[in-house]
């Protein structure tokens, strides 16, 4: 028979996954991004899978193309358009996707205003995305139960087809709230089927979050003086108890503030300041906070 | 008669692997790629259709070879043409253009000579299929 592989030719698993660079992405991944452990999980799972897959290609062994599209749920904030950017890159290293782009999409770049709208704006966002991946945010939005005529069904119709028919030509993720997404999917029961991985972002810990900020500052040039980290995981402790609470993006705010008051206190106390002292946050400018006095609603001081 | 013209008139027809990888080089030099039909084809008719608007902002030539395929859909027995518009200054122009669809039967033109003053001779051509109305030269 012609069709049995060489069984006895060896291949060397761990030349091509060096040779596909996922590692080091992955890695990247685990330095870059703080916790989103069951998340990092199944990255790596989806890119063995696909390593396997096209060792499995080079055999001649029959392979159907694994579907890759995803939805990611989790609360604001989360990461999961941080991620969906690594997909990209992921999928593109393995050879999954042709280009490795991402093009983030909303309600508004898809569904149009008037009859006869929507196609043309649908089929141009997903022909800008194809040999990449499309990230479609609060992907809800498109279907709006209470107007029967609402026209993001047309643009629900359209993605599902090129989901099912151009499986090669382009990846679709889906990103949202989880409850809403499940009440989605509960309406819209062909996007649920045509989904191969739902992954949930879970929240981040207190010292997850710590970790972030002491990343950001990293990245910026800043850093904590010993007060100033105890001061701040005060101030986590207490920001997530109050509304509005957006994880990861909640920190970055709470960092830009911090600069904005650093900057505030250095300026006003004038003089001559060293390259330390410009880098470093001190307690003072994080116990400034509101979030100290009752959080948003006490008062109208930052 | 086979009618050629553009960057690759010297080339048997491209198949649509060709066709795919010279759209992907066109994007990949950043050349933003529009598809255009006609049933007129006189050499110089610079006037073909549209076939919706030009592609911007593509990275994949998949988006492209969707559009050609609907275009040839739709008129499966009409010249299909590729362009790609080089945008740079200095350049700005059509960097490349070429056929990806033609009629089954092309029954190519008519050369016509007039005869004026002096025993001089004027060319013409023109093409046998321009001899019906638009839309049902090539059925």
Redesign the interface.
């Known amino acids: 028979m012609d069709q049995t592989p060489a069984t006895d030719s060896l291949i060397d698993l761990d030349e091509m996954y060096r040779e596909s660079n996922v590692q080091e992405i992955l890695d990247e991944l685990d330095r870059e991004l703080v916790g989103l452990k069951p998340v990092k999980g199944r990255l790596h799972e989806i890119a063995a899978l696909l390593l396997v897959t096209r060792l499995r290609e080079n055999l001649g062994l029959s392979t159907e193309r694994p579907s890759l599209h995803m939805s990611f749920t989790g609360h604001p904030g989360t990461g999961k358009t941080t991620v969906a950017l690594r997909m990209a890159k992921i999928l593109h290293h393995v050879g999954y996707v042709?280009?490795g782009?991402l093009v983030v999409a909303t309600r508004d770049d898809l569904v149009g205003q008037y009859v006869g709208h929507t196609a043309?704006k649908t089929k141009e966002v997903?022909?800008?995305a194809?040999?990449?991946v499309l990230f479609i945010d609060e992907a809800y939005y498109l279907y709006r139960p209470e107007n029967e005529r609402d026209y993001g069904q047309e643009a629900i119709e359209m993605l599902l087809q090129v989901m099912e028919n151009?499986r090669e030509?382009?990846v679709v993720i889906l990103a949202g709230y989880k409850d809403r997404m499940d009440t989605f999917f509960q309406s819209n029961p062909g996007f649920h089927s045509r989904i191969a991985h739902h992954l949930d972002f879970p929240d981040y810990e207190l010292d997850e979050l710590m970790a972030i900020a002491e990343l950001m500052l990293q990245q910026q040039r800043y850093h904590f003086d010993a007060a100033a980290r105890q001061a701040f995981a005060e101030y986590l402790a207490l920001r997530v108890t109050q509304p509005h609470f957006a994880n990861a993006r909640s920190v970055r705010n709470a960092i830009d503030r911090l600069k904005l008051r650093q900057a505030n206190r250095l300026l006003a106390q004038g003089g001559r300041i060293s390259a330390e002292e410009l880098t470093r946050i001190d307690a003072a400018d994080i116990r400034a906070s509101r979030v100290f006095r009752g959080g948003l609603d006490s008062d109208d001081g930052a | 008669m086979r009618i050629t013209q553009g960057t690759f008139s010297f080339l048997p027809d491209l198949t649509d692997e060709q066709i795919t990888a010279q759209v992907q080089y066109c994007l990949d030099n950043d050349w933003p790629v529009s598809v255009e039909y006609t049933d007129d084809p006189h050499p110089r008719n610079v006037y073909w259709d549209m076939w919706g608007m030009p592609l911007f902002d593509l990275k994949d030539a998949a988006g492209v070879m969707t559009e050609i395929n609907a275009c040839r859909a739709a008129f499966p027995n009409q010249y299909i043409r590729v362009n790609g518009y080089d945008r740079r200054l200095g350049r700005q122009t059509t960097a490349i253009s070429f056929i990806v669809n033609r009629p089954k039967q092309e029954p190519g033109f008519y050369l016509e000579r007039q005869e004026v003053a002096d025993r001089q001779v004027r060319y013409t051509l023109r093409p046998y299929a321009a001899d019906k109305p638009g839309g049902q030269r090539y059925e």
């Open positions: 042709r280009r782009h043309p997903l022909k800008k194809m040999g990449g151009q030509d382009l």
